[in-house]
């Protein structure tokens, strides 16, 4: 693949050509050339688009795709793409299907079917078999083809004595464990966050306290075995806290927001909505500030989508009934910007891939190109027609999302919105 | 003439203080029509109901059924334990079908909250909301007040107490609403496992002292616990609940008022009341069933004539 980009405002702290206006050139999925009016004598495809600003391929650590077991929801092929057009050059595909990927045979699947894509797809392994929280899965053997960590999707470990083994085991060989921080036993029944809005409408609610007494017994856990620990979607202001005191501590410690609980609080629950039905439930304005302020400071490691495809079928019922999730990666670069300059949502956007295993890759002369292209300053409406999902469960549906994703060169490979 | 600013009756908070009074205003006829020798007027001849009751009810299906037929509307029934999902149709898909035959209103009681507003997003009619989950029961609320009205001259500037299982009861939630849009002062009393813990900031007092709570009321309501909504026990045994949070004679006789008791129904006697309190001068139990008729009367009758329009 052989490409020449013009004119292209770099975002990318790493490299020499931050913040400066530059052509590229990239010869076999290599940077070869970056510098002012570079001529086009090798007779390059050209990129020359509006406004074009580029940084590093953005990562997202948490997504699910359906396949295998619910295709009818997405694809991975489709889901790949998706993520591609979003501007996304690497996705973690979560255990989230049936059967749920827990075994060597089961990653190695996974891996086929994203071969030769333009996308990274990073798969994480199950961390117990079936996802049941009973015995652990086969870990190291899924390291092996290719596991990047390992995490029972939005379904907590409820023993604390498997969590620990869990931790110890997977630390033979730095591996990733992740834990969703949710108590069940103070759920219960609840479908929303527990404050003034569940009370006015009379539905259960789930209290932060599920949350910070999961992710304090888990801070107890890292700190008695040693260990790597990611804990994936953090939504209080109090779950904040205690991360931040765990970093002090040096625990090898990472955490996720996932984006709609930086963007919207319960509030917006008010008319039984389920398109903001997701988990964890959206909290208060004090959550959300607290979250954005622990982005800002590093406490919190990534922003995710937390993208879930989920069947119309699966939302248009009654709020009790109706499932959690949304759908998120084509929205995240536009809405991310509605709360933060370009320059932090770049670094929201590329930091978090090394905890999952890849490389940080500089556009930088000699480096393997992987970019993502983007005009920072457009604002549309953000509807159906710009899904490319296969279910169309949008929680951002008509948000003004600002900024406007061009592509990603990856792989060897391009991919442009026509 | 007046008329309702809202389409549907989907809870309280959805009412402003005029639709109160023109409900109450409406139900005052209506309570004069069911006591005379011929009860019913021909005023929803062209009407046809639906009552969907996904959840048991006995009072109130007989209730709406009673409004609807004295109204002279055509009705028609069902009702499932079960809620639709469970059987593998959705609930859009059941009510359509009903629709489908020409139904002009949709009276539903559901186990779900929300459940009517969902409906009303997505079905063409007029949509009754008569009981869902934990959220709203708002006919029960309007027939509430209009006792109080009926029995006290007025609402505004009453101190009303709601005594129970506050956190599974859509009953207290519509009665804060109507109380608090109507200007009376609210205060919820219980044991602190069955009071939402947010519930203050809706601006109501939370007392979980029988006594003391009795002692600043003028009217008490006494909630049923609902044990069919309990995920786990919310307190040990219902006697110890009943030393704690049930009412009895020598309780309201160490009062220095004659306070007005009130129960939604049904009673679950000898716990959080006593036959003697229950069947006392102080009781409005039975005026609130008789106003529920007259109540809910109003409300379909004021529904219907915007459909009619």
Known sequence: MNILIKSATIIDPKSEFHNSTKDVLIKNGVITEIADGIKNTLNFKEIKLDNLHISQGWFDSSVSFGEPGYEDRETILNGLKTAAYSGFTAVALNANSDPIIDSNADITFVNSKSNNNAVSLLPIGALTVDSKGEYLAELYDMRTAGAVAFYDYKKPISNPNLMKIALQYASNFNGLVCSFPQENKIVGNGVMNENITSTRLGLKGIPALAEELQISRDLFLLEYTGGKLHIPTISTAKSVALIKAAKQKKLDITCSVALHNIFYTDEVLTEFDTSYKVLPPLRTKTDVEALIDGLKDGTIDMVTTDHNPINIEGKKIEFDHADYGTIGLESAFGILQNIFTTKKTIDILTKGKVRFGTEQTPINIGNKANITLFNPDTKYVFSKKHIISKSKNAIFENETLKGHVYGIISNNKTVLNS | ?309
């Open chain 2, 1 to 309: 003439m007046s008329e309702l600013s809202v389409n549907h009756l989907l809870g309280i908070k959805y009412l402003n203080k005029k639709d109160i009074q023109l409900i109450f205003e409406t139900a005052d006829h209506f309570k004069e029509v069911i006591n005379r020798p011929i009860k019913k007027v021909p005023s929803l001849r062209d009407i046809t109901i639906a009552n969907l009751f996904f959840e048991n009810s006995t009072r109130t299906k007989l209730s709406f059924e009673l409004a609807e037929k004295r109204l002279s509307a055509d009705v028609i029934n069902f009702s499932s334990a079960q809620s639709s999902v469970k059987k593998g149709e959705t609930l859009i898909d059941t009510v359509n079908n009903i629709l489908s035959m020409k139904v002009d209103m949709v009276v539903m009681r559901h186990p779900n909250p929300g459940a009517g507003v969902f409906l009303s997003k997505h079905v063409n009619a007029s949509i009754v909301n008569a009981g869902d989950g934990a959220h709203e029961h708002p006919t029960q609320a309007l027939l509430d007040s209009y006792s109080i009205r009926e029995k006290l001259g007025g609402v505004g500037g009453k101190k009303v107490l709601i005594v129970g299982d506050i956190l599974h009861s859509r009953v207290a939630l519509s009665n804060i609403f109507a109380l608090q849009l109507q200007g009376a002062e609210v205060m919820l009393c219980g044991p602190k496992t069955l009071i939402p813990k947010y519930v203050d900031k809706i601006g109501v007092k939370v007392e979980t002292n029988l006594v003391k709570a009795l002692n600043w009321c003028d009217v008490a309501n006494m909630l049923r616990v609902q044990n069919e909504r309990m995920d786990i026990s919310y307190f040990p045994s219902t006697r110890e609940y009943t030393q704690q949070y049930g009412v009895n004679r020598e309780l309201l006789d160490s009062l220095d008022k004659e306070i007005t008791i009130m129960h939604p129904g049904p009673i679950n006697r000898g716990v959080e009341i006593t036959s003697d309190v229950a069947d006392s001068k102080q009781s409005i139990i039975l005026d609130q069933v008789q106003n529920g008729v007259a109540v809910r009367m109003a409300v379909i009758y004021l529904l219907a004539s915007k459909i009619k329009q």
